[in-house]
Antibody, heavy 126, light 108 residues
Framework: EVQLEESGGGLAQPGRSLRLSCTAS????????MNWFRQAPGKGLEWVGF??????????DYAASVRGRFTISRDDSKSIAYLQMNSLKTEDTAVYYC?????????????????WGQGTLVTVSS | DIQMTQSPSSLSASVGDRVTITCRAS??????LNWYQQRPGKAPKLLIY???SLQSGVPSRFSGSGSGTDFTLTISSLQPEDFATYYC??????????FGGGTKVEIK
């Protein structure tokens, strides 16, 4: 059974850092691209960024709102994807989800997300 | 960025009703359109991908159609467990992936 579990959320002050983890099981993690999304309280869904699988270079891309502050990485030996969040802002307060794109392809075009973690809440406040 | 506009933003319906939700893209996205259901306090769940392909395990009362800029999600006979918020998501102009604002389906 495919499972994704986020961890690492919590309270952080503006300007500080947090690292979220997404632990995967039930599938060959290294074969798949992974994405992060977020949802501010009472709001809609926002894409944060993605990381391709190693076969496609493990390259990353990010939403403009987080580019330069957030970094996605992966450890295929542990089946974990990470979201390093630096220079946090109050507007980063949200539930953060990791997801799997089931396509084993290079192109981001056509992506969809068949498995989601339960989410982890990040609160940025002084 | 491609903007996605859903309508209505909310609706009230009864069990057994046929429900249609629309999603419009700010430019043509071919059929790179997905639909998700989100129940309160839960993660989104994939219903439809590539505009009309039903995700494995999703009941057949859910269907999707459309191409270009206009898309619809139809629930043929609303069930109690279908009361939730529905989001469309485009993956044509990506990055960034973008979502519609959501449609909340409530009990009449």
């Amino acid at each position: 059974e495919v499972q994704l579990e986020e961890s690492g959320g919590g309270l952080a002050q503006p300007g500080r850092s947090l690292r979220l983890s997404c632990t995967a099981s039930g599938f060959s993690f290294g074969d798949y691209g992974m994405n992060w999304f977020r949802q501010a309280p009472g709001k809609g869904l926002e894409w944060v960024g993605f990381i391709r699988n190693r076969a496609y270079g493990g390259t990353t891309d990010y939403a403009a709102s987080v580019r330069g502050r957030f970094t996605i990485s992966r450890d295929d030996s542990k089946s974990i994807a990470y979201l390093q969040m630096n220079s946090l802002k109050t507007e980063d307060t949200a539930v953060y989800y990791c997801t799997r794109d089931p396509r084993v392809v290079l192109a981001a075009r056509g992506a969809y997300f068949d498995y989601w973690g339960q989410g982890t809440l990040v609160t940025v406040s002084s | 960025d491609i903007q996605m506009t859903q309508s209505p933003s909310s609706l009230s319906a009864s069990v057994g009703d046929r429900v249609t939700i629309t999603c419009r893209a700010s430019q043509s996205i071919s059929t790179y359109l997905n639909w998700y259901q989100q129940r309160p306090g839960k993660a989104p769940k994939l219903l439809i991908y590539a505009a009309s392909s039903l995700q494995s395990g999703v009941p057949s009362r859910f269907s999707g159609s459309g191409s270009g800029t206009d898309f619809t999600l139809t629930i043929s006979s609303l069930q109690p467990e279908d009361f939730a918020t529905y989001y469309c998501q485009q993956s044509y102009g990506t990055p960034p992936l973008t979502f519609g604002g959501g449609t909340k389906v409530e009990i009449k």
